[in-house]
């Protein structure tokens, strides 16, 4: 016999999947006033930091197995970020909660790269929910970068940190600090 508190679960996958399909055509549609009011008061997550995540709700948080002394082991091996990357299961459905929390208007999963703050190839955790956030794929803040451009930044961090020009956790702190400015912080930009 099924139980409700196992149907329970299933059910709002099903509906947050076809919700997520539904609205998969529609990036960026202007959203109306009403749907605009309930994300606001949904939204946990501010959107004020954009390029950035909110530091409250995505501080970032660090893989313990990954230090100074490890680098060569780890995050320096061809492969290892694959290696460690959790499945797209489980970062979908977090993608599709965090981006009801941070209240955006376009739910397209499709708009969004649920990106660990601290990259995998920085010694970033794979799983913590602290350390993913739903980043937009377009251009946001006053900046106008995109998580195309963080994705730049950290192959420049991570190249730097293998090369032993700069040391793991000043990485990690210029780029949960500020990631648009963490190279010239470092010196490398």
């Given at each position: 016999?099924?139980?409700?508190?196992?149907?329970?679960?299933?059910?709002?996958?099903?509906?947050?999947?076809?919700?997520?399909?539904?609205t998969?055509?529609?990036?960026?549609?202007?959203?109306?006033a009403?749907a605009?009011?309930?994300?606001?008061?949904?939204?946990?997550?501010?959107?004020?930091?954009?390029?950035?995540?909110?530091?409250?709700?995505?501080?970032?948080?660090?893989?313990?197995?990954?230090?100074?002394?490890?680098?060569?082991?780890?995050?320096?091996v061809?492969?290892?970020?694959?290696?460690?990357?959790?499945?797209?299961?489980?970062?979908?459905?977090?993608?599709?909660?965090q981006?009801?929390?941070?209240?955006?208007?376009?739910?397209?999963?499709?708009?969004?790269?649920?990106?660990?703050?601290?990259?995998?190839?920085?010694?970033?955790?794979?799983?913590?929910?602290?350390?993913?956030?739903?980043?937009?794929?377009?251009?946001?803040?006053?900046?106008?970068?995109?998580?195309?451009?963080?994705?730049?930044v950290?192959?420049?961090?991570?190249?730097?940190?293998?090369?032993?020009?700069?040391?793991?956790?000043?990485?990690?702190?210029?780029?949960?600090t500020?990631?648009?400015?963490?190279?010239?912080?470092?010196?490398?930009?």
């Amino acid at each position: 016999m099924l139980r409700a508190h196992r149907i329970a679960p299933a059910v709002a996958t099903v509906v947050l999947a076809a919700a997520a399909l539904a609205t998969a055509g529609t990036a960026h549609a202007a959203p109306t006033a009403a749907a605009h009011t309930r994300a606001a008061l949904d939204a946990t997550c501010s959107q004020a930091y954009l390029p950035l995540p909110d530091p409250s709700c995505t501080p970032g948080a660090t893989n313990p197995d990954v230090t100074q002394d490890t680098i060569d082991s780890t995050i320096c091996v061809a492969g290892y970020s694959t290696s460690i990357r959790p499945s797209t299961t489980y970062t979908n459905r977090l993608k599709v909660q965090q981006i009801a929390q941070y209240g955006y208007d376009d739910t397209s999963t499709a708009d969004y790269e649920e990106d660990h703050f601290i990259p995998l190839s920085l010694g970033g955790n794979p799983t913590d929910p602290k350390n993913l956030w739903p980043q937009p794929r377009y251009a946001t803040g006053t900046s106008g970068q995109s998580s195309t451009d963080k994705d730049t930044v950290e192959y420049k961090l991570y190249r730097a940190v293998c090369n032993h020009q700069v040391n793991l956790v000043p990485a990690q702190q210029a780029i949960t600090t500020d990631w648009t400015t963490a190279l010239s912080v470092l010196g490398l930009g």
